[in-house]
Each structure stands twice: as C-alpha cells, then as structure tokens.
C-alpha cells in the first residue's frame, strides 16, 4: 500500500496517518475524561481526609471544654466532696462515648476512602488498556530502545522500554514465553559455538610458572541481559542457582568493538580479567565481538513480543502515579502538528484533511477527516480538548 497527499503527491510517512490522529483524538477524550475522574475522586479523598482531622479536633476540643465546665460546676459547689465522685463518673462516661464515635466515624470515612481508592484504581487500569492500544503501535518515532532481560525457573521475564521523540518513554511487557527460542533459558552455544574465555592462572601439574585456564562457556545460560542501542551486557552462569562460575560481559558493538570481561569468584565478587595480562593476551574479541552481535540480534527479535502496556514515563515521573496524561497527550499533538500542517496544505478542501491511498493494482482510494469532526470530539474534555486542538494546528 502508497499513501499519497490529497494532491497526489507522495506522502513522505507512507502510513494511515489520518486514521493515526483520528484514533489519537478519541484516545485522548477517553483518557482525560478518566483522568478527570480521577483527578475529583483524589480531591475529594483529600477532603474526606481533612474533615476526619478536623472533627476529631473538634471533638477533643469539645471533650476539653466539657472537663472544665464540669469541673468549674464541682469547684464552685458547697458539696464538693458529693459532687466530685459523680464528676468523675461523667467525665469517664462522656470521654468514651466521645472516643467510639470518634473511632466509629473514622471507620466510616476510612472505608469510604478505600471505595474511592479503588474506583481510582479502576479508572487507572481503564486508562493503561487505552493508552497500550495506542502506543502498542509505535505512532510516535522511537529514539532508542532498551531490553531488560532476567531468568525465571524455566524461562525469562522481559521488559522493553522504548523512548520517543517528546522526552517520554513506555514500558512493555515482553512475552517471551510466545518465542520459541526464548521460551527456555538459552546457553552461550545458541548463539555461537565454542566462544572460550580465559578465567584465571592456573599451575599444570609438575610445572612452576602459571598459564591461563581456559573456560569453554558453551554450556554456560544467559541469566541477566541489558541492551541498549549498541551497549550490551550480559551475564553467563553455569547454573542459574549458583552466583560463582558466571562470566559478566559488558560491550560496546559500535564500529569500534569494546568488551570488559568479569569473572564471578566464589565469594561472589567480581574480578576483570583485563587486570591480568597474561588472560588479557587470551580473550579473542573477533568471537567475542560475534558472540555479541548474535545477542542483540536474537534479543531484538523479542520486540513484535511486546504485549502489556505497564507504564509511560514523562520526564522519568510516572503519567498514572502523577496524572499527567493531558500532558502527555500534549506532546503527541506537538509531535503531530507538522505532518498535519503538511497534509492541510495538500488538502484540495480546507474543510478536511485528506491523503490517498494506492494498491498495488495503481487503484487509488480517497481517505477524509473533516476538521470539524476533531473539533467536536475534542470539544467533549472542554477547555483541555481545545488546548490539544491549538497544539494540532486544526484550523477550521
């Protein structure tokens, strides 16, 4: 499928993006009217916890005013000696009707919190599915994209962590279980074959000086994986449940090949063996080197796997924890406004943006969004609906 502008001239995204910023438009509508929500529902839990402070003050103030006058009542009396005995009766019966009612109205206004906290959570999920159907598609250019990868009982658990022109980053889920090579822990040899690392100076039996002992690592599985553009570090261990025996590789895998070896010692530590020459002199980078681009290779075959939307950072603050999804919805509408600008340029009507769209048969097919549709919709969040159309650049 070619996209072409209106005026049938070619389209640089070579993508729906009408059909983009239609769905754009309704996620944002969905999700502010939810974050609205929940923005009242976090105000009113304030309120409910400031009027529970405050009546119980009252409350206190009230049982402290009621002691005195009592006792001024037995201290201006002839009959104090009588009176003082039924004073302190009084005094004890009234401050615990006033303590159960202060705990009972506590009780209430904490399990009306709790309904609230949880109507808020709700809302919240609702917000995370919406949002995942929408940047589960990458609609935003990627920047860079980061794998993080650690071993489970039989297979892994991984996340990757995307960020996007617009200083905000998602957070997904990888389900790897759904790939057959990484549904099971995978081993050096998967990758290559016969990758050998020097691990330390050993003494050969009858001889003085020390040589290299060298490590075939072919059986050896991956148990912690990071990757980041061209930066890779992984960790190799014979077995998974035991922290010695384990090779900690951190390489760059730019035009110029870097790699930093780590050995596991059996308490646990971690030594280079770059420290030693004599091990140095042994590590052959070209394997190495094709060991690494094989990782990134396998691990970027995870990316169609992302799956759960588990959160959206906007400037490293979470958009769910701190509500900031009119925000976030901002920088997507800034992100949008030139290729808008474009497509309204080539639009034969100034009433609504088209593109066309051509099959591989060269038969071309109209794609409309009128202006006032967006408009409308966007009208729903008021005066938040028609900052984002002042950041689209929708003129009407």
Known sequence: MRFLYGDSTEFDLQIDFLRLLNNFVETSVRTIKFENAILDLKNTIIERKKYNTSIIED?????????????????????????VRYADKSKEFFNKFIEESKTKLSDEIIKEIAQLEKKIKEASEENRKILESFFIYDPIPLIDEKYTIKTTEK?????????????????????????????????????????KIPARLKKPFLKKELIPDIVNINDFIIVDLVLSDKDLEVVFRKRPDIKAEAFRLKMKLEK??????????????????????????????????????????????????????????????????DNLIFELMQKVAVIFAPTIAEIRKHSPSGEELSLKSEDEHGAR????????????????????????????????
Request: aromatic share 8%; hydrophobic share 35%; glycine share 4%.
């Open 59 to 83: 409350m206190t103030g009230f049982v402290m005013k009621v002691e005195t006058a009592i006792s001024e009542a037995v201290a201006s009396s002839k009959e104090q000696e009588t009176l």
């Open 155 to 195: 297979g892994y658990s991984a996340k990757l962590k995307i960020d996007c022109e617009g200083g905000f980053s998602s957070i997904f889920h990888i389900a790897s279980s759904e790939s057959p090579f990484w549904r099971n822990h995978v081993r050096a040899r998967d990758f290559v074959k016969d990758v």
């Open 365 to 396: 097919h109209e794609i409309y969004l009128k202006k006032s549709e967006i408009k409308d919709k966007l009208d729903e969040i008021g005066d938040k609906g028609r900052t984002l159309s002042e950041f689209l650049n929708i003129i009407i």
């Open 256 to 321: 110029e090949f870097s790699v930093e070896v780590l050995e596991t010692e059996d308490n646990g530590t971690e030594k280079s063996i770059e420290d030693i020459p004599e091990l140095k002199n042994e590590l052959n980078y070209l394997r190495l080197q094709e060991l690494g681009l094989k990782i990134i290779e396998k691990t970027k075959y995870l990316y169609p796997k992302k799956q759960k939307l588990e959160t959206i950072l906007l400037e490293e603050k979470d958009v769910f924890e």
